[in-house]
């Protein structure tokens, strides 16, 4: 059957009325990718068959797509003619998108200064109105909380059932590419905690078995993992520079149910795993997007996990166009030759 997004795909599975009108992109069906570079990199010879679930080739280049297509088909059908959100980047794109394709205003909220050359570029491409606090995500979240209090505004943070409903497709999308059985690991990043909330609903509705969790938080923006608030969240992943998470109570209870575990990563980590990502599998992402292999590298060597014979899934996030400012900054600049094919023989003959 021709893919047609994941609210017609899973439809069985979602509590939609049936006349719903569904505002999507063709969203989903994204690829999961074996990584047995990766995989050797990270466990050398226990047989890990490590998978990458690569949610950057989403229509808006993130996973929020998934979620995003529910709370707007279900903003429409009860009548909303704006939507609001606060955002570190990626949720304020997908909402610009889809309000974009439903005719809807659209407001987004980011941090000044903290969101990703890519993810602002898109949200003003799609002709969302971007306000730039001079706060953090949280002071954002808090923002918009309140005035869909005081406003006829529908709220298109994952705070809204409706975003978990439709990004728990993954689950279903990743135990249906397996041959209908569930990971050993299912390794992501945390930041407001919604993705790992709907994973879980996702994989226990599902009924197909049910992997442990792993979550990764950035070391300087690790509420979950050190059990309280951080006032002022820093990390190199500005995606996940989240202190105070909207889900962080879901985010446990997956935690808990799954026999799962929550880990911190230095930003170091997060980058040696990015790179690991292009480097060996060719796949490119944007930082925060590699914080779940960071987590499943650093527990294998922590002998927290063991990899022989197991079977994980690394959630791969956001495109790593997202971030190009970052991945310009850790790379050597660009050799400059004349244009002449000498010079690039000489090169060639200098660096062999
Ligand atoms: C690439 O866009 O919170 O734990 O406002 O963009 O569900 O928050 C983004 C989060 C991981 C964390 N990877 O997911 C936002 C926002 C990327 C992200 C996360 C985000 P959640």
Redesign the pocket.
Known sequence: MKWQGVIQQYRAYLPFADDVQIVTLNEGNTPLIRADRLAEQIAPKAGLKLYLKYEGLNPTG???DRGMTAAITQAVREGAKTVI????????ASAAAYAARAGLRCLVLVPEGKIALGKLAASLAYGAEVISINGS?DDGLDMVRAIVERLPIALV??VNPWRLEGQKTGSFEIIDQLGGQAPDWHC?????????SAYWLGYKQYGKGLPRILGGQAAGSAPIVLGHVVEKPETLAT??R?GN?A?WRQALEALDESGGIITAVTDAKILESWKLLARLEGVFV?P??A?GLAALKQQIELGEIDPVGKTAVCIL??HGL?DPATAVDQATPPLTLPANVEALEAYLAASK
């Open positions: 993130s996973f929020k959100c606060a955002s570190t980047g990626n949720t304020a995500f943070n994952s992501l990043p945390v930041g407001n905690a919604g993705n790992i995606a996940i989240i998470p889900r944007e925060a997007s914080t996030t956001g997202k």
